[in-house]
């Protein structure tokens, strides 16, 4: 029986979440009621000449053929790095879990790339697969494949997988051995007793009992690969050859800062906040339901 | 800590002291784009204008790239604490242009400094670039630039070309590039960076070939891309062509390539004479020539960028950047900034003082490009191109050209669905 906290002073607690409220109210709602306002006007860059014009923007931009493209786009981008991302993770977790002797070292050298900025990664794989100048390029090449990512649009989007994947890596790898702890070795142990091998032991018991984790790190992961590799396409990409890797939130870029149509801009980044509105919801709604709580 | 305290006051007492002390001078900021030496070129002429008088400080403030730089100044414009003066490059002259009310003209800045300005004095196919159809010159010249011929001597010398004869016109430099593939002197015979400033903008110009109407946008809007015309059709078949064997490489949409010459990839190689600088540093046998024509070359137009003044500024404040541009258009300081940095002068008389102290003599290179642009008076062709949104453009050509290299559609597609998809873009930005 714990008993029931009581807060005497009225005003305290209001005081106390003050802070974390102001800062979602400067940080967010007023940004995000800016950009809704924006959304609704046309304007030129220097805001000399402005309109209101309802829902014209949203109309145009869904009208877009280029906007249903990078719509496509981010579908596969983020699908493939969070895919590719998670499963190399849970490989090397459960390697790294049957290590004995120097475990610790494996470990650190793995969580090592999440420390490297989105742009330097971006930098570090351009160079390695750089037609010219990249060595791994030149290994692909003498392999006798035709790689070419300045102009292969599949290939360029191959690249932007592996180097967003690479850096989430880690993350994952993190979460996935500290998961893995978790699980009671009785459990596994008493499997093996009854005659089960390693593959169906991970699959009937260590598999369902990370689920909580992989549920985590999917949200995680797919709100990664939706907005925090702009840096890596801008440094890798730039969204082409042709629109080949230009995602939601880069199209939001390069219409706004580039191309100066902060109108529709703006629309797009409306749109892209009521899609992980939704999709966070969805998956906190449906798939969390789904999820062994061990 | 308190041992730190003490020394701490001090110094800030002496801020406060020393910029309290400088209340009479009028600060002029000065936002730019400008990178390793060329930043240190900013910062050498803001500190000698500053040491040559006393009413007026520049401070000049590195901003980001050129983009970066635009928006920086956008955003500072529309929180009504825009700078004095903003560097703004090539493709965004047409946005500022457009935005009268945000900025003052620099003709009308200089009158105001008391030093009308005299426009015979500059040089021609850059003050045109940076002018309204009826003459007014809307900003300053501070970095120009044009494209040039470079090429690998070395690699001519292997495939059995004159190394002392580079291609004069384009036939001569794909038949040079294919005989440079085919002798195996190098991987690639040519390559090229900025496909939109230097294949489809120059290429026009330096043709005098229309590449939009309204004299491609200087003389009016409302303007309609005409790049799907017979010789540009030909020109990039051409290139589509030679990419299928590697003969000539892609690098990227705007300075990419340069890597790839650099590395001895590719024997010919067009570029800004800007970037002569790492050609030079490269160590490598290298020659130059004028940027290709197909039969005869009419001029070709600038790139690089120009200093344009925000509105809303007090006079006294408009006279300490009249003071400050005037201080530039010196010839010693223009000459310098020529032979020093590679940026074309800006002015006439710089250009005839390097001539006369024997520069282009031990510097051809130098030279090319402005005998390009005063080669002769600029038609309607070759005045320069202007759209409100030119990056926009630029990125939609990019967009086909590369999905024509790639082998998806052909040269005549490529064109006319850059010519149809930039059309929309230019009407919806004329809006």
């Known amino acids: ?37 924006q959304s609704m006007l046309r304007e030129d860059p220097f805001g000399l000449k402005s309109s209101f014009v309802w829902f014209a923007n949203f109309r145009k931009v869904l009208a877009d053929p280029n906007y249903l493209n990078s719509l496509k786009v981010t579908a596969i981008f983020s699908v493939s790095t969070a895919a590719v991302a ?20 494996y470990r650190t050298l793995l969580i090592w790339p999440y420390a490297v900025a989105p742009a330097i990664a971006g930098m570090l794989w351009l160079f390695l697969f750089n037609p010219s100048i990249g060595s791994l390029a030149y290994l692909l090449r003498a392999a006798g494949i035709a790689w070419d990512p300045l102009l292969n649009g599949t290939q360029a989007m191959v690249l932007v997988v592996a180097a967003a994947a690479w850096k989430q890596i880690s993350y994952n790898f993190l979460f996935f051995v500290a ?78 800062f580039v191309n100066l149509i902060l109108g529709d801009s703006a629309a797009q980044s409306v749109i892209l906040m009521v899609i992980v509105i939704a999709l966070t919801a969805v998956q906190f709604r449906y798939v969390e339901r789904k999820v062994h709580y061990g | 800590m308190k041992i730190h305290a003490l020394p701490a006051a001090y110094g800030l007492a002496f801020t406060l002291l020393t910029t309290s002390s400088s209340f009479a001078v009028t600060e002029i900021s000065w936002w730019h784009a400008m990178t390793g030496a060329n930043n240190e070129v900013v910062e050498q002429l803001s500190k000698e204008f500053n040491e040559s008088q006393s009413d007026y400080k520049v ?49 009308e800045v200089l009158e105001l400094g008391g030093q009308p300005f005299d426009k015979s004095q500059y040089l021609p196919g850059i003050v045109s670039y940076y002018s309204k159809p009826d003459g007014t010159m809307l900003s300053f010249p501070y970095n ?62 330096w043709n005098n070939y229309q590449w939009g109407t309204q004299e491609n946008g200087i003389a009016g809007p409302n303007v309609e891309l005409t790049i799907n015309s017979e010789p540009f059709v030909k020109h990039f078949q051409e290139l589509a062509d030679l990419a299928k064997d590697g003969t000539f ?78 201080f530039l258009s010196q010839t010693d300081i223009q000459a310098r900034l020529h032979q020093v940095s590679g940026y074309l002068p800006v002015t006439l008389a710089a250009y005839e003082k390097t001539k006369a102290d024997g520069f282009y003599e031990k510097n051809p290179a ?23 949104n030119l990056p926009q453009v630029r990125d939609i050509m990019n967009e086909e050209y590369e999905k024509m290299l790639a082998g998806d559609q052909t040269a005549q597609q490529a064109l006319d669905n850059a010519v149809q998809r930039g059309n929309a873009a230019i009407k919806e930005a004329s809006n």
């Not at chain 1, 305290?12 to 940080?27: E, G, N």
């Not at chain 2, 300075?255 to 600088?277: D, N, P, R, V």
């Not at chain 2, 062709?381 to 409100?388: A, C, D, I, Q, T």
Request: aromatic share 12%; glycine share 10%; with cysteine.
């Open chain 1, 1 to 37: 029986m714990t008993p029931r906290v009581v807060f005497p002073n009225k005003i305290l607690p209001y005081l106390l979440v003050a802070p974390q409220l102001a800062i979602t109210a400067i940080f967010f709602y007023w940004p995000a009621s800016q950009a809704l306002y």
């Open chain 1, 86 to 105: 998670m499963s190399v993770a849970l490989l090397l977790a459960v390697m790294a879990d049957k290590v004995v002797r120097s475990r610790g070292l």
């Open chain 1, 179 to 256: 998961g893995l702890q978790a699980i009671p070795k009785t459990l596994i142990e008493a499997a093996a007793i009854d005659g089960a091998g390693e593959t169906k032991r991970f699959w009937t018991i260590v598999f369902p009992l990370l689920a909580p984790t992989t549920f985590f790190l999917l949200v995680v992961n797919t709100v990664y690969a939706f907005f925090d590799t702009f840096g890596i396409i801008h440094a890798v990409t730039g969204g082409g050859p042709g629109k080949a890797t230009e995602t939601l939130v880069y199209k939001v870029y390069n219409d706004g």
């Open chain 2, 59 to 107: 401070v000049p403030v590195f901003k980001g790239t050129y983009p970066e730089t635009l928006n920086a100044g956008i955003a500072a414009f529309r929180a009504k604490q825009p700078p004095h003066i903003m560097q703004v490059f090539d493709a965004g002259t047409g946005t500022m242009m457009a935005a009268e009310g945000a900025i003052n003209p620099v003709a």
């Open chain 2, 144 to 205: 120009s630039s044009s494209p040039i011929l470079y090429y690998n001597k070395d690699i001519f010398q292997k495939a059995g070309l004159d190394a002392d004869n580079p291609p004069k016109t384009w036939n001569e430099v794909w038949d040079a590039a294919k005989k440079i593939k085919s002798s195996g002197a190098a991987p690639c015979g040519f390559t090229s960076t900025w496909l939109t400033w230097i294949h489809t903008e120059n290429f026009a110009a």
């Open chain 2, 249 to 326: 490489k892609y690098g990227g949409r705007t300075s990419e390539a340069k890597q790839i010459f650099l590395a001895g990839e590719c024997g010919i190689f067009t570029e800004s004479s800007g970037g002569l600088g790492d050609v030079v540093k490269s160590g490598m046998n290298y020659g130059t020539g004028m940027l290709p024509y197909d039969t005869e070359p009419q001029n070709t137009i600038p790139g690089g960028a120009s200093l344009w003044v925000f509105a809303g500024k007090s006079d006294e404040e408009y006279k300490g950047v009249a003071a400050f541009f005037n």
């Open chain 2, 366 to 388: 130098r030279e090319i490009p402005i005998k390009q642009m005063l080669g002769k008076a600029p038609t309607e062709n070759s005045k320069g191109v202007r759209l409100p």
